[in-house]
């Protein structure tokens, strides 16, 4: 009975999640999607376009540290696939080209994504930095971790965007685990 069990599933599912077929972010369930709403002040946003909205994290974990995110909503970098690598090649661009503003040096800048359960806003946010953190703790919440063995990441709950885009690339999916 396949149309109750959809029914079921839709019952069981926040009504944000169908959003990425629409286009439409779900504004009571979703504070990112809110980000770019004229009625959300508190976002202090840095840079806008078509897509995508780049704000100051509001408590930012290093000197500078910003949120780029899709205006469409996405759960997180777990939901993504090879089809998704051109979009985060446009973040990657977006964030240096935000990272350019503030003159950070290559060695300093960092950006990347939560994996969920951990520490983590259900909408795809890029975290766009210019370390130094300003904590151990803060440091710790983004650990960039490189895998070995063919394995293009370690075991983390943090994936460097350049992680993302080559294990997408090879069609996996950016979990956890090393993949
Ligand atoms: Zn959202
Ligand atoms: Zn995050």
Known sequence: MPGLLDWILGRLRPPHH?????????????IFCGAYSTSRSEFDIIWEDE????????????????????????????ELSKKDVKMLRRMEEIGHSILDTFNAPVSRRKMGFHIPPFYSVLHLHLHVQVLPYK?????????????FGGYEKGLSWFVEIGQAIRILDKGECVTIAPC
């Open 51 to 78: 897509e995508f909205v780049a704000f100051r994290d509001i408590s930012p974990s290093a000197q500078h540290h910003i949120q780029l995110i899709p205006k469409i909503h996405i759960e997180s970098v777990k």
């Open 135 to 147: 904590s151990l703790v803060r440091r710790l919440k983004y650990p960039f971790v490189r895998g």
């Open 18 to 30: 169908k959003s990425r077929a629409t286009g439409e972010g779900n504004f009571q369930s979703c």
